[in-house]
């Protein structure tokens, strides 16, 4: 078996804890070979979701440019302790009722 996990949150995502190097670093500890970075960003009128829902639990859009250059930093500094698969997000896209 592969060891890898295709779904970890930082702390882009308000609900989670520690950046993306700290799960880097926590992801090579446990033995994990691969990786994704998938934190939540959810458009306000794509779900019935209250506002205050979304501001818990999805990062801001103009955090993706830096998003996304953590991303490529941490993929530079580990890449050879842990393939951390590039730009990804947990996407919620729905449409409205």
């Known amino acids: ?11 882009y995502t308000p609900h989670a ?5 700290d799960c880097c670093e926590g992801a ?6 691969e990786i994704a970075i998938t934190d939540h960003l959810t ?8 506002m205050n829902t979304i ?3 999805s990062m ?4 993706i440019p830096t998003y996304f250059k953590d991303i490529e930093e ?6 050879r302790k842990i393939k951390l698969v590039q730009k990804s997000i ?3 896209v729905q449409k409205q009722k």
Request: without cysteine.
């Open 1 to 11: 078996m592969f060891p890898v996990d295709y779904h970890i949150h930082t702390n």
């Open 17 to 21: 804890v520690g950046t993306i190097k």
């Open 28 to 33: 090579v500890k446990s033995g994990l070979k």
């Open 43 to 50: 458009f306000p009128g794509f779900e019935n979701v209250p």
């Open 55 to 57: 501001k818990l639990a």
């Open 60 to 63: 801001k859009i103009d955090q």
């Open 74 to 79: 941490a993929r530079k500094q580990f890449r």
């Open 90 to 92: 947990t996407l919620k």
